[in-house]
């Protein structure tokens, strides 16, 4: 090969100065011509266009040149074919350095190859197998082997020995004669299996032939047998069973992440195919650039979020679209790569929905992808007892995707997090995931901070298009988990109704949803499904609850789900009641200055610890019967404990992540944390401070603006 002079630009001269011609005196025509030495052609020429000067070859001009030092006045700089290395000028065709035409060449056979891939009269490499009275047994890979005659050994050879042999002969019965050969230097040319390309969704028209596939490695699983390789290609998943020990692990140097080249026989095994393997290697380079970029292409391509109308109508899910699409893709992507997701979301009725829909959406693509037994390696959903992703939930989190990866070879999973994710308070838990690439995606209606998108792949807000927490987690998440698996639409319509009854949401919305599955659900049973959850919720502590949230929301027995929700609700109301009449005598009300009636409660001291309702429900279920008490004035409800305290208003213009900032600056060695929604939320602090945090709290929320 050759590179052209960028000294000369491939001239081999530089030109130093343009002189008026001194034989034609710059006319470019010569002055005198012999007519008897012209040939024919020569002369047409001359009697049509005149003579040329032969000095300046007709162009009037002499150029003073100097030859380029850089490449000898050759313009080209040469490289060897075979090592790179600078040489001379060729002979035509021979760009081959002489260390390398002496070379020898010596044959690497890929396991793939057989011994019709063997030529009589080349170098092969070999390995020492086994030692016999007449020779030694040589294999050339895992499938061909020959025999060195004692007769041509002229050293020991020892079992492993690395050596390099002539093919002397190959019988008609297949056997070998070898002869080993010292070589000081060669170079080494692999030979593979001439074999089809195909891909997972080819496979079953090759069973019992042999193929060669090319894809990303998704996980490696050793077994008491051989190691399963599972190889993600452009259509799908492919099983490669490898074997050499029964539990010792094949190809040690392959993992998942890597693009490998994989050959073998295709089998059936039951319902399932799967790849005998002969030969794995990992591509690097060009090769390995390709085959991710044609994978990476055409998975992006399946993963295309489906095109729905929202189930109501809505500017604020029409603006919210884009990132929505977002969260489809990456989702179904990571479903299409069979990588790991962990399903977060906050223990309520609100989270719950939410997360079931995109389980439900996303499941039957797990089963068809990667089998029915899919989901329990690739799938889990659990639950945040606090409204954001905590260090406890992380911990978990990277643990138990750590154990996989090791146990499995698994990639790091996709965690996506729902109805939690958005604030400030989620930055910890993010960071450590960071350190793990464990990526992430948020669906949330709690106020965002900017800070937390850094660490997301995509997130869904409200706030961001200029919403609020009126449009829930559950009807945002049924909207998504229809792009993704358009099929389940009948199966989840239900689902964003609950949350918006479970969450109080009095956004235009809400009422769309509810109405929209008013012939099956009433206002009342979606009230009694939101408290049946939420108080599944709280003994469920962080267990996803699977199958009893299934019944809850009506994924199974509708029998079933009639008594159970009625059954919870019972048992929930009733702790709801005991809860009530410790509480409401020790409620103390007290008017504001901006003319909200401000009511508080020691949660602490007067209500039943360790049970149903918690803290935050306590309070909510005060300011529902305050409510009703006091009618349609601006009301704020405070439950406050040691070193918490719990926020419900209602015709307050608050802004409580805000109020947690400010308290944060202005109470001095308090540690105020928390937030939520803008009028519904929650705030942290050290107890010594508490006295100080709520008389400021107090004083604050008398300063807030109130509606009419």
């Known amino acids: 090969m050759k590179d052209k002079c960028k000294k000369c630009e491939g001239q081999g001269f530089k030109v130093l100065s343009r002189e008026k011609c001194p034989e034609c005196k710059g006319s470019g025509k010569s002055k005198s011509v012999d007519l008897m030495k012209l040939s024919q052609e020569d002369l047409d020429t001359f009697l049509k266009e005149g003579s040329v000067c032969g000095k300046c070859e007709g162009t009037g001009e002499v150029k003073n040149k100097l030859k380029c030092e850089s490449c000898k ?85 020892e079992e492993r020995d690395e050596v390099i042999v002539f093919v002397k002969e190959i019988k008609q019965n297949g056997n070998m004669d070898l002869v080993p050969r010292k070589i000081e230097s060669y170079q080494t040319v692999e030979v593979e299996k001439e074999l089809p390309l195909v891909t997972a969704s080819d496979l079953s028209g090759y069973v019992g032939r042999f193929v060669r596939i090319e894809g990303e490695v998704i996980q490696v699983k050793q077994t008491a047998g051989p190691t399963i390789f599972t190889v993600s290609d452009e259509s799908g998943l492919i099983s490669g069973a490898a074997f050499v020990r029964a539990g010792e692990r094949a190809y040690p140097h392959i993992d998942s992440d890597m693009i490998v080249t994989m050959t073998g026989e295709v089998t059936a095994r039951g319902d399932d195919l799967q790849v005998e393997v002969m030969s794995m290697k990992r591509l690097s380079g060009e090769m390995e650039k390709t085959v991710w970029e044609r994978i990476e292409s055409a998975i992006d391509n399946r993963a295309a979020p489906s095109e729905i109308e929202f189930l109501v109508k809505s500017n604020i899910l029409e603006n919210l679209l884009p990132s929505m699409k977002d969260v489809a893709r990456i989702i179904k992507k990571a479903v299409i790569k069979s990588r790991p997701i962990i399903l977060r979301h906050h223990a309520d009725a609100d989270g719950m929905t939410a997360a079931l829909a995109i389980e439900k959406a996303i499941l039957p ?113 049924t909207e998504i988990a229809r792009m993704i698996n358009p099929s389940v639409v009948n199966d989840i319509r239900h689902l964003p109704a609950i949350s918006a009854v479970g969450d109080r949401s009095t956004a235009p919305e809400a009422e769309k949803y509810i109405d929209l599955v008013s012939e099956k659900y009433s206002l009342e049973r979606l009230g009694d499904i939101a408290l049946a959850l939420d108080f599944s919720a709280f003994w469920l502590k962080f267990s996803s609850g699977k199958g009893i949230v299934d019944d809850i929301t009506n994924f199974g027995s509708e029998t079933r789900h009639n008594r159970i929700v009625s059954l919870l609700c019972e048992q929930a109301n009733e702790m709801i009641s005991e809860q009530m009449e410790a509480c409401i005598p020790n409620v103390k009300s007290r008017k504001l200055p901006n003319g909200a009636m401000l009511n508080v409660l020691d949660v602490e001291n007067y209500a039943h610890k360790f049970t149903f309702p918690p803290p935050g429900k306590t309070a909510g279920e005060v300011h529902d019967r305050l409510i009703r008490k006091f009618g349609d004035i601006p009301i704020i409800t405070i439950g406050y404990g040691p070193d918490f305290a719990v926020i419900r208003s209602k015709k307050v213009k608050m802004n409580i992540p805000r109020l947690v900032k400010e308290l944060h600056q202005e109470v001095t060695g308090a540690g105020v944390s928390g937030g939520g929604h803008l009028v519904v939320g929650s705030i942290k602090f050290v107890e010594g401070k508490r006295t100080e945090v709520l008389a400021c709290l107090a004083q604050k929320l008398g300063e807030t603006e109130v509606e009419d």
Do not use: W
Request: with cysteine.
């Open 73 to 157: 006045g050759e313009g080209f700089f040469y490289f060897c074919d075979r090592c790179e290395k600078p040489i001379e000028k060729p002979s035509e065709g021979m760009e081959i350095c002489d260390i390398c035409r002496k070379k020898e060449t010596v044959h690497l056979l890929d396991d793939s190859c057989t011994l019709d891939e063997v030529e009589v009269g080349k170098l092969y490499h070999g390995t020492v197998n086994s030692l016999a009275p007449f020779g030694a047994f040589v294999d050339l890979n895992s499938r061909v082997r020959g025999l060195v005659h004692t007769s041509n050994i002229s050293h020991p050879l």
């Open 365 to 477: 693509l797990i089963r068809e992808v990667g089998g029915q037994d899919a989901e329990y390696f690739f799938y889990k959903r659990s639950p945040s007892k606090a409204p954001f992703y905590e260090l406890l939930d992380v911990i978990r989190d990277i643990s138990f995707a750590l154990e996989d990866a090791s146990r499995h070879g698994q990639k790091m999973p996709l965690v996506i997090l729902v109805d939690n994710g958005s604030t400030e308070e989620d930055v910890p838990a993010m960071k450590q995931a960071m350190i793990y690439d464990i990526d992430m995606v948020v669906v949330d209606h709690h106020h965002p901070d900017e800070i937390v998108d850094q660490y997301l792949l995509a997130h869904v807000n409200p706030a961001h298009v200029g919403g609020d927490f009126g449009v829930t987690t559950g009807m945002m998440c």
